[in-house]
């Protein structure tokens, strides 16, 4: 095993078995906390509170990137093979998420506005199986205790009893005011053939069976509620999307939205009845553009045709320069929107995105 090391940092003694995480924030704001030396270093931090940046948990989106300023981590992965370039690795930057702690730490890390909530793990059953368009479930869970989440983060589910677990992202709209979280929550889950959760969650009627919930998790960006959105959902990546939009109407008077939704062909567009709910919610302030990428030709359909990328052009109408961007589905759609957004002027620090990896993923 690997271990990236600069000169330990001079700490305030602290409890036995524990290391001393000092976190740099962009602002010189320090944060201070403490994890068990051997831990992992972003879910140590997550379980206490601390907004650490993150998505996918699993080395592959880099969100955590984290720079090893003083102190001692082991990798559990190879930087090399990580989404950080080389500079990066050689400017001393770690992937928080697979970072063992092994002594005190001084990092530096873009911490987030204290909007992290804490992880809690509940259980629940299945209180709707309902079998969508485009092989996709509709699945909602009535939870034992309630959970707060965010809008665009997501949790991780399991059978009771089962090891198999799997990352979904709430598409329902944050309760918000007094109440102590949602207590029912629901997931657009794709079929993947041969994906173990998946298989066994489409072979029968779920209902009632008894889930396992533990989150949330994840950071879509959850300030500047009055700038315009331009969202792009690919497949169930409209989930978190469908999550997104509606908070923010609610939580704003001003902000527009652009929803592009790709899909296949036009019989496997989903969660129409969803997208007509926040669509009468928006009075005008929502727009839907739904592109398919394998409509046969000669085919009834009058819409857009091609990837997602096909419908970012200067003619969406999008004011690119001013818009904040959520982009949420598979790696490479995902990692293809970026690119495309910053070809055409949108801001990076204005780009939140959600990229699915499937399981299995290391
Ligand atoms: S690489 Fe660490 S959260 Fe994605």
């Known amino acids: 095993m690997s271990v990236v090391e600069v000169p330990p940092p001079v700490t305030a003694p602290t ?95 873009k911490l987030g506005n204290g909007t992290q909530l804490p992880v809690k793990t509940v259980s629940s059953r299945v209180s709707q199986w309902q079998k969508l368009p485009g092989d996709v479930i509709d699945l909602r869970l009535t939870l034992d205790e309630p959970v707060a989440f965010n809008a665009g983060q997501y949790c991780t589910i399991a059978e009771s009893g089962s090891f198999t677990r799997r990352n979904y992202s709430y598409y329902d709209v944050p309760p918000t005011g007094d109440s102590a979280g949602a207590r029912e929550i629901g997931f657009l889950i794709k079929r993947l053939p041969g994906g173990k959760f998946s298989e066994w969650l489409f072979s029968e009627d779920r209902r009632d069976t008894k889930i396992w919930v533990e989150g949330p998790f994840g950071i879509m960006g959850i300030d500047d509620l009055d700038r315009d959105g331009l969202c792009v959902a690919g497949g169930t990546g409209l989930a978190p999307i469908l999550s997104i939009v509606g908070d923010r109407l609610r939580r704003s008077k001003t902000a527009k939205f652009t929803i592009v939704f790709g899909v296949r062909t036009a019989n496997d567009v989903f969660a129409n009845a969803r997208l007509n709910e926040l669509l009468a919610e928006g009075e005008g302030r929502v727009r839907l553009i739904t592109i398919l990428s394998h409509e046969p030709a000669g085919s009834s359909w009058t819409g857009p045709r091609g990837l997602v990328t096909a419908a970012l052009t200067p003619e969406l109408g999008v004011d690119f320069t001013e818009t904040a961007a959520f982009i949420c589905g598979n790696l490479g759609m995902v990692e293809a929107v970026e690119r495309r957004l910053l070809e055409l002027g949108v801001q990076p620090d204005r780009i939140h995105a959600d990229k699915f990896v499937p399981s299995g993923t290391p």
């Open 15 to 109: 409890r036995s078995g524990h290391c001393r995480i000092t976190v740099r924030g962009r602002d010189g704001r320090e944060t201070t906390f403490d994890v068990k030396k051997n831990d992992m270093l972003l879910k140590a931090a997550v379980e206490q509170g601390i907004d650490y940046p993150h998505n996918c948990r699993v080395g592959v989106c880099g969100t955590c990137k984290t720079r090893l300023v003083a102190g001692r981590v082991s990798p559990m992965v190879d930087l090399a093979l990580s989404p950080l370039t080389n500079e990066q690795i050689e400017a001393g930057f770690v992937l928080a998420c697979q970072a063992k702690v092994r002594s005190d730490l001084v990092i530096e890390a």
